[in-house]
């Protein structure tokens, strides 16, 4: 609290946007912001404060400082119109804030004092307190969160526009070896980083007709009728950028009932209708993804992808109305990405809005929406496309519908004059899928109307190109290109990894944080034996760290001297985490044989949510769990080997297993993994990586040298030989040495109590369809493992490939990634703010 009486207190000077005592950046600042916010907003006395009110109050002080950040942006760029980039996504996994933001402004020192003021000795105890909203399911939502932040640091102005689901994904249980779900009630009590903004609802429709009418002038004009109505209400969380002015805004929309049309429902007596459509728009924000096998949960997914779309799209083009800015300029002024194909809706209801609402012409129209979208896809996999029936779109976004088959004809007609009489071409580029029930082939919706279409790392580009859309490729060749992932080095290394932190400040300065191409410069350390073993003790120390939380977590006492086996990421038979789990039965079968000696004592983690519905996944998770109880019940695997399944993986464990790993298995099939973004931040932290040639993997290997990455496995061109040959597992296993006892072992029900049936569909799809060539990877991935075994034992060496992985992942920072974006793609270009009040820095 500020000793100023009221009459001396410091006031916003014109042109500043904050009173200075709430934006300093001092202990006593923050110590101040904390008091005040406990009585004032709390209505709670510091003796009293539980940990989670010191959470909160320290939040809200640190809210206060980004804020001064955040409205100087805004009237900078109302002042001055540039570029701003809107990435739509129905995902962004933020992970937890506080610390994040504590790093950005660099106060964390501050905080620490400020907390101790209240008995607390150390930040981590508030730190562990916050609950992250947990709105998306894996990489893609969190490559969200990276780019945002990217952004922000690269001072670009940017807005994520997302869905602020109620209930995010399911917190994961283990029970008796299986995963349960249960209900993320993040928001329960409360979350102190959005700011509702109810002034700024918009307005969506669902369902009803359409009908032309002539206007005024007599043009020819559609209107769209819906029968049902949602408001949505925009949350904004401010994102700041490493220690920049610039505060970029997440906007998360969230669903409420429309008043009005209640209101009319009400009045002609259908009270029930009207509540029923009141709960109905609600629950459009109220879960992450429902499982979608049921046309229900279809249904509710399609709503929410165009709730979120429309609202954006509606947000945009006010901010231009607002300014007195022509439509035509919207290019100009919004780059709109679209994450995936879930806000590919976009095409139509940006068409929709222009032509039906601003009544331009469908050439003025077309050239607006194709000049501001662009599409990246996350997935090659089939199954992932999204298609949706024509009944279900029609019946739900009647309007929507019409224009696209008008999209479709005047793009199937341009196809006709370049390829006359090809009727095969114009069915496999069609918007509209005819071969099973007529569908939107939502990929092709958002191609077409893209400038540009990217994949997400190189391998998964050229796959895009050559077995995805070869023949839009061949139409536009320019649109096509390459934008390899990355992650933002503030969460991953800074903020996660302390202890390497402060050694790479130590020992390179501290510019990597935001040039993460400085981590070269460690090279230089690569002979000295001094610093390996350092490297070594580092990562043994933050080991330490890891073991601890299994211990609290699970009882199980593991050797952080152990080689830190990891593999955390969704659960997908893709993904193969039964591959290593197989690999894990036959080094047991090797040390209860007598044959393990040369074999590095391993603790082997695993961690990783199975959709709901995905029962072969989920299995995958109750088979991983058996091998650990019956290895880790072995005596004669006391010091040789251990097996975790860590629950709930979030980002918040992320932050604790990245750091604390030293062996990151990226062993999806080739050709699967679009890029992975994990195996990014493992080598970032010196995990070195056993993988196959897919996704990103490539590029790190190339990256850190080939020398430096356990490569194994059949190539993507490999894996399609031994399909076109006709794969038949069930015949190559016998010849495969091991694998027969492997599986055997599995069969008599050795991990399951004797439980001969568990495991059944595992083993008779492994060797049956074996869908994702397991066993034809099984050898050359035991290879693989035995020369990490053999690498382990010479420490030094092992430790100067870590330090090399460290010093080459300079590439896989997000901001090369978003760089490579606005340069190529968004034409956004940085805008610095600047902040014409004083502040008291640290
Ligand atoms: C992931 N996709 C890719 N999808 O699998 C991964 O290779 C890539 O690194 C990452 O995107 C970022 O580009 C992904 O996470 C989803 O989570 C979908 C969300 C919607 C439901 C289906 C899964």
Not at 115 to 125: A, K, M, V
Not at 310 to 317: A, E, G, H, P, R
Not at 525 to 532: E, G, K, T, V
Not at 683 to 704: F, K, P, S, Y
Request: charged share 25%; with cysteine.
């Amino acid at each position: 609290m500020t000793d100023a009486s009221p009459s001396q207190l410091r006031l916003p000077t014109p042109g500043c946007f904050a009173d200075p005592d709430r934006s300093g950046l001092t202990a006593d600042g923050v110590f101040d912001g904390m008091t005040e916010h406990l009585f004032y907003t709390l209505g709670k006395l510091a003796p009293t404060a539980s940990h989670h009110d010191l959470y909160v109050a320290l939040s809200y002080a640190v809210r206060d400082r980004l804020m001064t950040r955040y409205l100087a942006g805004i009237e900078a760029i109302s002042a001055t119109p540039t570029r701003v980039v809107a990435y739509l996504s129905a995902e962004f996994l933020i992970g937890p804030q506080l610390g994040n933001n504590l790093l950005m402004l660099g106060i964390q020192d501050e905080a620490s004092e400020a907390l101790r003021r209240f008995g607390i000795d150390s930040l981590e105890e508030i730190l562990e307190v916050e609950e992250e909203p947990g709105l998306g399911n894996g990489g893609l939502g969190r490559l969200a969160a990276c780019y945002l932040e990217s952004l922000a640091s690269l001072e670009i102005p940017a807005t994520g526009y997302g869905i602020r689901y109620e209930f995010g994904i399911f917190d994961q249980l283990i029970r008796d070896g299986w995963q349960v779900e249960i209900t993320d009630k993040w928001l329960k009590s409360g979350w102190p980083w959005e700011l509702p903004r109810p002034d700024q609802a918009c307005f969506v429709g669902f369902g009803g007709r359409t009908e032309s009418y002539r206007d005024s002038e007599g043009d020819y004009r559609v209107r769209w009728i819906p029968s049902e109505h949602a408001i949505g209400v925009p949350h904004d969380v401010p994102v700041l950028g490493y220690r920049v002015n610039t505060c970029d805004r997440l906007r998360l929309w969230q669903a409420e009932a429309s008043e009005s049309f209640d209101f009319y429902a009400f009045n002609i007596g259908d009270y029930y209708g009207a509540v029923e459509e009141k709960v109905g728009s609600e629950t459009l924000s109220k879960v992450l993804y429902p499982n979608d096998g049921t046309d229900e949960g279809r249904r509710l997914r399609l709503k929410q992808q165009h709730f979120f779309v429309s609202c954006s799209l509606q947000d945009m083009l006010r901010s231009l109305e607002l300014r007195d800015l022509p439509i035509s300029d919207f290019p100009d002024h919004w780059s709109v990405q679209l994450n995936d194909t879930h806000p590919a809706i976009a095409v139509a209801e940006l068409m929709r809005l222009l032509i039906d609402h601003k009544h331009l012409s469908w050439d003025a129209a077309w050239d607006i929406t194709t000049r501001s979208l662009a599409y990246t896809n996350h997935t090659l996999l089939p199954e992932a496309l999204e298609k949706w029936g024509l009944d279900l779109f029609g019946s739900l976004l009647p309007r929507h519908l019409e224009l696209i088959f008008e999209i479709n004809r005047r793009f199937l007609q341009s196809v006709r004059l370049k390829y006359p009489g090809n009727d095969a071409m114009l069915r496999s580029v069609s918007i509209i899928d005819e071969t099973n029930g007529k569908a939107v082939r939502m990929a092709h919706l958002a191609t077409v109307a893209s400038h540009h279409v990217n994949g997400v790392a190189a391998l998964h580009s050229e796959l895009v190109r050559t077995q995805l859309f070869p023949e839009f490729a061949a139409l536009w060749p320019e649109k096509f290109t390459n934008v390899t992932n990355g992650v933002t080095p503030r969460r991953w290394i800074a903020l996660a990894n302390p202890l390497l932190r402060e050694l790479l400040d130590e020992v390179i300065g501290q510019d990597w944080v935001c040039n993460l191409d400085e981590l070269r410069r460690l090279e230089a350390f690569q002979n000295d034996s001094a610093f390996l073993e350092r490297w070594g003790e580092t990562k043994l120390a933050v080991k330490r760290q890891l073991a601890h939380y299994i211990h609290r977590q699970s009882g199980l006492l593991v050797d952080p001297s152990s080689l830190f086996d990891v593999q955390v990421k969704r659960i997908h038979e893709y993904k193969r985490q039964h591959l290593n789990a197989l690999q894990v039965i036959a080094q047991y079968l090797r040390i209860k044989n007598g044959l393990g000696d040369d074999l590095a004592p391993r603790t082997v983690i695993f961690g990783g949510k199975a959709a709901p519905g995905y029962y072969m996944a989920k299995l995958i998770i109750r088979f991983i769990n058996g091998i650990a109880e019956t290895v880790n019940a072995d005596p004669d695997m006391d010091g040789r080997l251990r097996v975790v399944f860590l629950a709930d993986y979030n980002v918040t464990l992320g932050q604790r297993v990245y750091p604390a790993s030293d062996l990151s298995e990226q062993i999806s099939t080739a050709g699967l993994e679009a890029s992975g973004t994990g195996n990014m931040k493992f080598a970032m932290n010196g995990a070195l990586t056993i993988g196959t040639l897919d996704g990103a993997n490539v590029e790190i290997r190339e990256q850190v040298g080939a020398e430096n990455f356990f490569l194994f496995g059949h190539t993507t061109d490999g894996i399609e030989a031994v399909r076109a040959q006709g794969y038949r597992p069930w015949e190559l296993i016998a010849s495969i040495p091991e694998l027969p006892e492997v599986l055997q072992l599995v069969e008599q029900g050795h991990f399951s109590n004797g439980d001969t049936e568990l495991f059944k569909p595992l083993l008779e799809n492994l060797t049956g369809r074996d869908p994702y060539y397991v066993m034809a990877d099984f050898s050359d991935y035991m290879r693989a493992q035995q020369a990490v075994s053999q690498t382990w034992g010479d420490r030094t060496t092992w430790n100067r490939m870590s330090l090399l992985n460290t010093a080459r992942t300079g590439f896989f920072s997000s901001d090369r990634s978003i760089r490579d974006y606005a340069e190529r793609i968004w034409q956004a270009e940085p805008f610095p703010v600047t902040i014409s009040c004083e502040i008291d820095e640290p």
